[in-house]
């Protein structure tokens, strides 16, 4: 039962409980009580995807050779970055590499310049510039630039521009 709701929730977070009941021949209050043991139990959570292509348009897959220290430190610094989609230990050539999202290829300069290569431990930085599509899915979880970045004031034009 749990894999049906389960399922049923990743074609359409917002599917009724009303109708998982009907299909599963249960009560929505069962269902309601599934889902949220679901919940509690830290096997799906509850959010929203966004469209990332909308927002940040340009992107960027940077491979980086730095002393263990510095990518300690870039991990947990860059880890709750809105601009940063991905970060993955790597061996090889890279001992770190970043998947980045920005508005346009200026933010996007600026982030690698003033968050990355002005790391003392870093020895290579090698930027691979994309459209974000090239990179992840068209939506996915991310968090939003905070209201100091100019794309929150973008945003707010537009939705204002289409009312």
Do not use: C, W
Request: a positive charge; aromatic letters at 4%.
């Amino acid at each position: 039962m749990n894999k049906y709701i389960i399922s049923e929730m990743i074609k359409d977070g917002r599917v009724k409980y009303t109708k998982l009941a009907n299909d599963l021949g249960v009560t929505p209050a069962a269902i309601k009580e599934r889902i949220d043991r679901l919940i509690k139990n830290r096997i799906i959570k509850p959010t929203i995807l966004i469209n990332i292509q909308e927002l940040y348009p340009v992107g960027a897959a940077v491979g980086i050779e730095a002393d263990q220290d510095t990518v300690d430190s870039l991990i947990k610094r860059l880890s709750n970055s809105p601009r940063v989609l991905r970060i993955m230990r790597a061996s090889g050539n890279h001992n770190l590499i970043l998947s980045l999202v920005a508005e346009d290829f200026a933010n996007l300069e600026a982030f690698i310049n003033n968050q990355i290569r002005s790391e003392a431990g870093i020895k290579h930085v090698e930027v691979n510039i994309t459209n974000s599509s090239g990179i992840h899915p068209d939506f996915a979880y991310l968090k939003l630039v905070g209201e100091k970045e100019p794309m929150l004031e973008k945003i707010k034009k537009r939705v204002k521009n289409r009312a």
